[in-house]
Structure formats: C-alpha cells, structure tokens
C-alpha cells in the first residue's frame, strides 16, 4: 500500500488568509462574514485560523493592512507625476484586489486602532499628494486610480485599461485645487439642518439614509431610526417591516429619481453631448443634494437580500447603459467596453469625492462636474450648472 502523502502547509497560509478575509469583507460586508467562511475559502479549519488571528476584528485590521501596503508599493514609484500614475496604475489594476475595506470597515475597528491606520493610510497618499500638488486633487486622482473594479467588470484589456485610467488621473490632476486651495473641508456629521418630512414614512426614510452614511448599516437599529424620526417603535415596523427594507427603498428611490431626469434630458435634446452635459449635472445635482442616499448604492448594496439585489442591479445597468450610448457618440474612438469603464469610474469618483470639496453647494456641484468631465474626457459643455 502506497504511502500517504502528508500535505504540506503553504508557507504563506497567514497571506492567503488575509486576501481571503479582504474578499470576502468587500463583498459581503464585514457582519455577515464569519471566521468559519474565511477558513472554508482558504482550506483550513477555524481552529488553525485563530492560530494567526484572534479573532474577525484582527482579520479586518490586517485586511486593511494589507491595503494600506499595496497603497505605499503603489505611489512609491517614479516623483514626476507621469510616471507615478503609470508605476500606480500597474499594480492597482490587479483582478484580486480588494480595494475598499478601510472604507467599509474602519467603523468596525476600535478607535485607537483606526486612528492608527487613518494615519499610515494617509503617509502611503503622500508621494501622490506631492507629486499633484494639493491634498483635494490627491485625493482625486487616488479616487480615479483605484476604479479598477469598473475596468474589470467592462472586461477591458488591462493595458487599455491602464491607458485609459492614466489619462484619465492627469485630466483630473489637472484641474488643479477645484477651489478648495487645495485642502479637504469635510461636512460636520450630525442631525441634518431644514425641516422634517410631515409623512412619518418620509421621515423615517430621511433619519435612516442620513444614519446609515454615519455609522453603516449594521450599526443602526430600527430603534435609532425611530428615535431619530419622532416614530415609535410599532409605527416604524408598520412602514418598513423590516431594516433592510429601509434600504431597499432608499436605494431604489434614488436610482427612480436618476432615470427620472435622465428621461427628461434625452427627451429635450438630440445632441449626444449636450445630453451626457446634462446627465452628469443631474447626477451631481442628485449627489449634492441627496449624496448620502446614492451612497448607499457603492457601499450597502450588499446588505441588501440577494433576491433584491438582482433588479437594483439591472435598474442601475440601464442608466449606466444610457450613458454608454452618449459616450460613445461623443468620443467614436471609445469601444463600448471603454466607454462602460469610464462611466462606471466617473460615476464612483463623483460619489466619493462628494465629501472631500467645499461645502458650499455652488462650489460642490462646480468641482464634481469638473472631476466627471475630465474622467469622461468630454469638454465643458453647454448645460450650464445644475439647478
């Protein structure tokens, strides 16, 4: 009988495990990840997990950790801007990688610890910071650069995409400061100023989406939602029976309003790029005045319940689809994959940089239709600013 051949331990088991945690936070959130689905994905028991971590909150510490380091490899690159967004653009583009645990998860650590990594987070920016001249168009530029999960789901080569992505991070590191002088100003978190929504329902909704942005979705209550919208308890319950279905009408509300306007500018023109003009100004007018709720869409959307996943997905590729179209036209150059690249890039720039420029409303809707022209790589067109 042939002897049995002991299987030998990966040296680099702990790396394996820590890609793997990193996945699966990304992709599912990190309260419905458990240790025992990290070490199913990576062949091992649970037991020998705990052997290198001591717990999930270790494993998302070293997921952003892990991160964090691909972040200084990246911009620890050439000091001319060109080059750094090449060596930057080459190792970001990595089909493996997860790139927003620290924004998801950092509400998940203790605050020491986060703090810690904020500021190593923040030291790996720096060559870049350096290199574009200004921490607002820093911040831009890494927004732009680490869009590759669009180029990925486009399907685009990746030397195309590398291409496409450069370009695109020095049209944006071009337009300077965005006139912020070239520092963040974030917005307070706390209680919204106006008035509340008489109809209980809408303010229910209004508290939730404004909580969610705060604290996350797992860390909000149905009890904190209602303590914050005056409802009691069984009132809450009689509108949204459940927290995800909070959710839910959030994001698709938000997604309604976006088709909503969209209809309206492809029916008043016949100009491809004065429509795309007047699709990004609605977006950012939606970002603007409701970014918190189009939020929801690039960082809850996994909490939602599978089953209503599907058609806020297919909601959100048919106006993804509509702006595809209008590229294409606009830049003919553009393969349907490129244009669906830099949609989706331009789309989640805005987003994120919503909270990193002034907070005078005039000067957001100003810098955010900025930054999406110069991701699309269409000129200022004929729109005018969003109203």
């Known amino acids: 009988m042939p ?38 994905e990576v062949g091992v028991s649970a037991s020998a997990l705990y052997r290198h971590f001591s717990g999930k909150t270790g494993l998302l510490a070293a997921a952003v950790e892990q991160e964090i380091e691909l972040l200084e490899q990246a911009y620890g690159g050439p000091a001319d801007l060109s080059g750094l967004l090449d060596h930057a653009a080459t190792r970001l583009l990595r089909p493996d990688r997860a790139g927003s645990v620290w924004q998801r998860g950092q509400v998940f650590l203790e605050p020491d610890r986060a703090a810690e990594l904020e500021a190593r987070y923040l ?69 919204a100023e106006g008035l509340r929504p008489a109809s209980r329902r809408e303010a229910a909704l209004s508290a939730a989406v404004r909580l969610f942005a705060e604290r996350g979705f797992h860390a909000v209550g149905m009890d904190d939602i209602g303590a914050a919208a005056g409802i009691s308890g069984p009132t809450l319950y009689h509108h949204f029976p459940r927290k995800s279905a909070v959710l839910v009408h959030a994001i698709t509300r938000c997604l309604d309003a976006m088709q909503f306007d969209l209809a309206g500018v492809l029916s008043a023109t016949s100009d491809p790029a004065e429509a795309l003009e007047k699709a990004l100004a609605s977006l950012v007018r939606i970002n603007v005045a409701q970014g918190d709720a189009l939020a929801a869409l690039f960082t809850e959307l996994v909490h939602v319940p599978e089953d209503e996943r599907a058609p806020i997905r297919r909601m959100q590729q048919d106006y993804v689809d509509e702006w595809v179209v209008l590229l294409v036209a ?28 002034a907070l005078d409303e005039d000067g957001q809707r100003d810098g955010l239709l900025r930054i999406g022209r110069a991701v699309l790589g269409t000129p200022s067109g004929s729109a005018g600013p969003p109203q």
């Not at 820590?18 to 199913?40: C, K, L, M, N, P």
């Not at 890494?142 to 991070?169: C, I, P, S, W, Y």
């Not at 606009?330 to 420029?357: F, I, T």
């Open 330 to 357: 606009c830049r003919p150059e553009l393969s349907r994959s490129d244009a669906h690249a830099l949609v989706r890039a331009a789309q989640s720039v805005v987003n994120s940089m919503r909270l990193r420029l």
């Open 3 to 40: 002897e049995a051949v002991a299987q030998r331990r990966p040296r680099n088991r702990k790396q394996l495990i820590v890609a793997a945690a990193a996945r699966q936070f990304e992709r599912a959130g990190f309260h419905d990840v458990s240790v025992a689905d990290i070490a199913a």
């Open 123 to 191: 030291a790996a920016l720096e060559p870049l910071r350096q290199a574009v001249g200004g921490e607002v168009p820093a911040w831009a530029v890494h927004a732009v650069l680490t869009t590759g999960r669009a180029f990925e789901r486009a399907k685009v080569d990746r030397d195309r995409a590398q291409e496409l992505m450069v370009a695109a991070a020095i049209a944006v590191a071009d337009l300077g400061d965005l006139g912020t002088g070239g520092a963040v100003v974030r917005r307070p978190v706390g209680p």
